[in-house]
């Protein structure tokens, strides 16, 4: 709907998207910026209210936008720009029923989120979440070199490990990023399931083969498809990068843990509902697995110290991994190390996000092709 004659088009930002992008909007005298004053999340009230007649908006993930934000907004909504690359806190239906664009986030925090995956997976293998909370509660070990305290699996193969899967619940460029890195420390398999739906990707097995194989240092000998109980069974370390929503809610449940190696690592950079957290919690207690990284949990930011999962790290007696003989019998941890949802937040990509959300945003309104929009 066009506005009147003389009448600024207004573009609602529900988060301070810090000076550089923000004067960038300001700049633009044909627009009436609105934006959430407050220094934490935005409320929906205020939300409901000021998108009212809006042309634009720049949201968070943690902004519902829903049928009632839409009834809201009215006919002059062209544009919801999300600042993430996830969009599950969008209603795609509500959306693409009144013809309004999603910008998102894509691409520019691969690098982010896969180099946290990769800190995951060490931080849980080897104990740091522990180390640091012991140095910093002034309980440095008094282990005297003990040679098994503190000890965890080797991310890198081994003479007694001499190969090392990673495996991925989701082989997006997030993942396929983060393999780069695995390939670094001599991963030498690598295993991944996608969307059942999709048929296997010949052509993107054969490039990754290609690609790893030709380089000096790779070890890399397989990049594979597989089915979930294959995944589950077969890697040491386990990312899981895929989206969120009903069709990926729980798959990692209990059943999926039970058939895990006892010293892999489950490491989560997505979304917390992929993973169920009272099975994961079991998982641990129970010694099924080694180890969880987790950037992500369901219920978050609801997540307290009482939640099963915050709870880990304790103090179990860990007996028998196939390396280390039965005499070795040591009290060990079992670890869980969680961040509140950081993997992408470094300084420059996430400059980058509120830049290209900010320029999604102003696309939209100017019905120009948007630099990433999501194709609804
Ligand atoms: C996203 O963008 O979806 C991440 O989860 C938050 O940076």
Redesign the pocket.
């Known amino acids: 709907m066009a506005n009147a004659p003389g009448q600024r088009r207004k573009l609602v930002v529900s988060r301070d998207l810090g000076p550089d992008t923000m004067s960038l909007l300001y700049a633009r005298e044909d627009l009436e910026i609105v934006a959430w004053p407050e220094d934490r999340r935005c409320e929906r009230s205020w939300l409901l209210e000021k998108i009212a007649g809006a042309t634009g908006a720049i949201v968070m ?1 943690s902004d519902k936008i829903d049928e009632e934000f839409f009834e809201r907004a009215g006919p002059s909504l062209k544009v919801v720009s999300t600042t ?3 969009f599950e806190q969008v209603d795609l239906h509500a959306l693409y029923r009144r013809k309004v664009r999603l910008g998102y ?1 894509p691409d520019i ?1 691969t690098d982010a989120v896969a180099d946290a995956s990769v800190m995951l997976a060490l931080m849980a293998g080897r104990n740091a979440g522990e180390g640091v909370t012991l140095v910093k509660e002034g309980k440095w070990p008094n282990f005297h070199f003990a040679p098994f305290f503190f000890t965890g699996p080797q991310l890198s193969p081994t003479p007694l490990s001499p190969t090392r899967t990673a495996g991925f619940l989701g082989f997006g460029r997030i993942a396929q990023a983060t393999l780069t890195r695995l390939t670094a420390f001599g991963l030498t398999h690598c295993i991944y399931t996608t969307n059942p739906a999709s048929p296997p990707n010949t052509a993107l097995e054969a490039s990754l083969a290609a690609r790893y194989n030709t380089g000096i240092s790779s070890s890399l000998r397989s990049v594979r498809r597989v089915e979930l109980d294959e995944l589950a069974r077969a890697s040491d370390v386990l990312f899981v990068l895929a989206p969120g929503g009903e069709s990926t809610h729980h798959v990692v449940n209990a059943d999926f843990l039970r058939k895990m190696k006892k010293h892999a690592v489950l490491v989560n950079t997505s979304r917390g509902t992929l993973v169920d957290s009272d099975a994961l919690a079991q998982a641990l207690h129970e010694e099924w697995i080694w180890g969880a990284g987790l950037d992500v949990v369901e219920g978050e930011p609801h997540v307290g110290a009482d939640h099963p999962l915050v709870q880990e790290p304790r103090y179990v007696q860990y007996i028998g991994w196939e390396c280390i003989t039965d005499h070795l019998r040591k009290l060990y941890f079992r670890r869980c190390v969680i961040i509140p ?1 950081i ?2 937040a470094t300084f420059e990509t996430r400059l980058g996000m509120v830049n290209l959300a900010a320029g999604n945003a102003l696309a939209g309104i100017d019905d120009e092709a948007m630099p990433a929009e999501l194709d609804v």
Request: net charge neutral.
């Open positions: 993930l993430s690359v996830g986030t925090l949802h993997g992408s």
